[in-house]
Nanobody, 114 residues
Framework: QEQLVESGGGLVQPGGSLRLSCASA????????MGWYRQAPGKQRELVAA???????NYANSVQGRFTISRDNARNTAYLQMNSLKPEDTAVYYCNWVPATQFWGQGTQVTVSS
């Protein structure tokens, strides 16, 4: 059974929006920090947004002001609202704890192209 399942990706034009979801098979109540990562072709996986149980969030400079991370502990789900998407946001997006565990989901593909 997959522990983390990401969804919500797709093809969107530059300037568009997407909302990603990450469903956890286990309770996230005790997960101090959850994060969204992405991996573009030929590049290393990078952390783009993180959120603590307190609700405090941090973002990579490249997405600051455009992406918003949130979490719903009752639903064991994390979200990433992505606005003003750019072609350079094209990547497979994953969620995991921060620091990341070895258990990665399949990710969800986000493609930003006209």
């Amino acid at each position: 059974q997959e522990q983390l399942v990401e969804s919500g990706g797709g093809l969107v034009q530059p300037g568009g929006s997407l909302r990603l979801s990450c469903a956890s098979a286990i309770s996230i109540l005790r997960v101090n920090v959850m994060g969204w990562y992405r991996q573009a072709p030929g590049k290393q996986r990078e952390l783009v947004a993180a959120i603590a149980t307190s609700g405090r969030a941090n973002y990579a400079n490249s997405v600051q002001g455009r992406f918003t991370i949130s979490r719903d502990n009752a639903r064991n789900t994390a979200y990433l609202q992505m606005n003003s998407l750019k072609p350079e946001d094209t990547a497979v997006y994953y969620c995991n704890w921060v620091p990341a565990t070895q258990f990665w989901g399949q990710g969800t593909q986000v493609t930003v192209s006209s």
